[in-house]
């Protein structure tokens, strides 16, 4: 199982950032797909999650209205929209199928 999450980068608040995670080595379209984050000196939480048909999707209360987490089977591929980003957003964001993580992608809000 592999999982590698890619666009991150610098943003400024109020900009947008689309991350990807491309999935290799299982049935994709079987699992549930979530998106995680971790900033400095605090624990991972959930951000978003979506199950595998891709009919049903939660999201942490502190992203509502701005995230959208969404999949391509066909490409074996989770996106995480982000608009609206604030500092507070700042965090390396992890892809995560059960029992398996990405490398993480940094994501930084600043001006």
């Known amino acids: 199982v592999q999982l590698a999450e890619s666009g991150g980068g610098l943003v400024q608040p109020g900009g947008s950032l689309r991350l990807s995670c491309a999935a290799s080595?299982?049935?994709?379209?079987?699992?549930?797909m979530s998106w995680y984050r971790q900033a400095p000196g605090k624990e991972r939480e959930l951000v978003a999650r979506i199950t595998s048909a891709g009919g049903i999707t939660n999201y942490a209360d502190s992203v509502k209205g701005r995230f959208t987490i969404s999949r391509d089977n066909a490409k074996n591929t989770v996106y995480l929209q982000m608009n609206s980003l604030k500092p507070e957003d700042t965090a390396v964001y992890y892809c995560q199928r059960t029992g398996y993580w990405g490398q993480g992608t940094q994501v930084t809000v600043s001006s």
């Open positions: 080595g299982f049935t994709f379209s079987s699992y549930v």
